[in-house]
């Protein structure tokens, strides 16, 4: 470890004596940066699709592949039908698919396949406890959340960082192949304790394409190719059609706890500044979020004649008087585990509890609990993806009480 740098440790480890493993941040471990970014679409029929980076070697590169919006694997790896070679100044890729095109993501890294490297870390990054989200570094986006669980909200989080280098290791090492033929072995020792994430390539007349399909046992995924295995890796290749490359990065293949991709909504689904009232309005149309608004309900600005509370988020906020009420057709990206954020006020003290709803089954009833607004959220509730109702209604309707609503958001985790 340098003098000089940001290190963050887990509770109860020194900075200057800490292992590798236990560091949750170290600016000393080097990472990737993206040199080269690019989408195309690669057409059926076996043609070939050259993507200029110059950026004058061969970078380390992945291209990820999409149909309908879809991810359907990476080029070379899980999908068969895209290849893509690597060259010093271009991508060049092919779709062996007849009928249907792809389009592709591609990112080249500012790491050189060609150039051998060692990284010297102490220990391998096993930790043995849970992540703990109230360590580390965490710089959120203006209006985010510094407590989101998504990490989109954030421009710093050290639970986010790029994927630190280990080792990259050249045909200069190759030894004469066990498998015969003229193949020549170029292999790496895994650290103790864990199978780190390794990609290997190879050389064809002047292009590098990847070779790597994983499996816990080890698998070979060309004659010659790679194999994973504890406690080492193995590339073979052929010297006279070109050289090969193994990339060792530091984070491990299978990841000792599990990883949830959330979601948060960008922008707010419920933010009611839209359509500008002056004052207030009953059954406003025109909102561009898609809200509408039934019986008693409707916006009002900063200073109304309505006697609300200035808007927690911009000039406007929604009221439901009675049992007005707001519905919203939402597209639920993924079949999963959501929640409802809000805020709600009162209108001068009066009770006037608030029905949420999907697709007409009340999830809860909030009722504020006291004077200004009042941040809180459903409990968890289970869709499937795709468009449900929305829905937010007062449930007193013998006497006139109102309820102010405001900044509604939405968050989610995919589940089966």
């Not at 039908?81 to 062996?96: E, H, R, S």
Request: hydrophobic share 40%; net charge negative.
């Amino acid at each position: 470890m340098s003098g000089a740098g940001i290190f963050i440790t887990q509770i109860g480890a020194s900075v200057p004596t800490a292992a590798d493993y236990q560091f949750v941040f170290n600016s000393d471990w080097p990472s990737l940066q993206t040199a080269f970014e690019k989408t195309v679409v690669v057409p059926a029929g076996g043609a070939v699709v050259t993507v200029l980076h110059r950026l004058g070697f061969f970078p380390l590169t992945f291209v990820f592949l999409t149909q309908n919006n879809q991810f359907v694997g990476r080029a070379d790896i899980g999908n068969t039908d895209v290849a893509c070679f690597i060259g010093k100044q271009g991508l060049y890729l092919t779709n062996n698919n007849v009928s249907s095109s792809y389009t592709a993501n591609i990112k080249c890294y500012n790491l050189d396949l060609q150039k051998p490297h060692d990284y010297t870390l102490p220990k391998f990054p096993a930790v043995n406890q849970p992540y703990d989200p109230t360590v580390g570094i965490k710089v959120a986006k203006y209006g985010k959340d510094i407590h989101s669980t998504d990490l989109r909200d954030f421009i710093l989080h050290s639970r986010a960082q790029s994927p630190a280098l280990l080792s990259v290791v050249t045909e200069r090492s190759a030894v004469t192949s066990p498998l015969g033929g003229g193949l020549e072995r170029i292999s790496y020792t895994n650290p103790a304790g864990y199978i780190p994430w390794i990609g290997g390539y190879i050389g064809n007349n002047g292009t590098i394409y990847e070779s790597l399909v994983y499996n816990a046992a080890g698998f070979s995924v060309q004659s010659p190719g790679l194999t994973i295995n504890p406690p080492a890796t193995t590339l073979d290749f052929n010297p006279a059609t070109g050289g090969a490359t193994l990339i060792i990065l530091r984070d491990p293949l299978i990841l000792p706890n599990p990883v949830s991709v959330n979601f948060n909504s960008n922008p707010l689904i419920g933010d009611f500044e839209t359509p500008v009232t002056g004052n207030f309005a009953y059954n406003p149309v025109g909102n561009l979020e898609g809200w509408s608004f039934l019986g008693l309900a409707g916006v009002a600005t900063n200073g109304s004649a309505f006697n609300n509370p200035n808007a927690y988020s911009g000039t406007q906020v929604c009221f439901l008087q009675e049992g007005g009420k707001i519905t919203l057709s939402y597209n639920f990206p993924f079949t999963g585990d959501y929640t409802l954020g809000f805020v709600m006020a009162w209108r001068l003290g009066q009770i006037n509890p608030i029905a949420i709803k999907i697709d007409g089954s009340t999830i809860t009833t909030y009722t504020v609990p006291g004077a200004g607004w009042n941040p809180s959220q459903t409990p968890s509730f289970h869709v499937a993806a795709g468009a449900h109702t929305i829905s937010f209604e007062g449930t007193v309707t013998s006497s006139d009480v109102t309820t102010f609503v405001d900044y509604i958001t939405i968050s989610g985790v995919a589940s089966g």
